[in-house]
């Protein structure tokens, strides 16, 4: 299973989950792609990263559902 594939079966969980907390997506690969526009690890952008901390739980499960739809 390729790591799209990983993160998308996660996403589809945790916007499932309708937990008020949603946590983060990352899994502490932290190293950018060649083209320096998402992390390996967790496929978000820096902008997704840096503003992780600052998003209201809907803006969170936004970002997941992008990320869910990396493992089609």
Do not use: N, T
């Given at each position: 299973m390729s790591a799209a594939?990983?993160?998308?079966?996660?996403?589809?969980?945790?916007c499932a989950s309708g937990q008020f907390?949603?946590?983060?997506?990352?899994?502490?690969?932290?190293?950018?792609d060649s083209a320096g526009a998402l992390c390996i690890g967790c496929l978000r952008t820096l902008d997704e990263i840096a503003a992780w901390s600052h998003m209201d739980s809907a803006a969170k499960r936004a970002v997941w559902v992008r990320l869910a739809t990396l493992g089609l």
């Open positions: 594939e990983l993160i998308a079966a996660r996403a589809d969980s945790v907390d949603v946590e983060s997506p990352c899994v502490s690969i932290c190293q950018l």
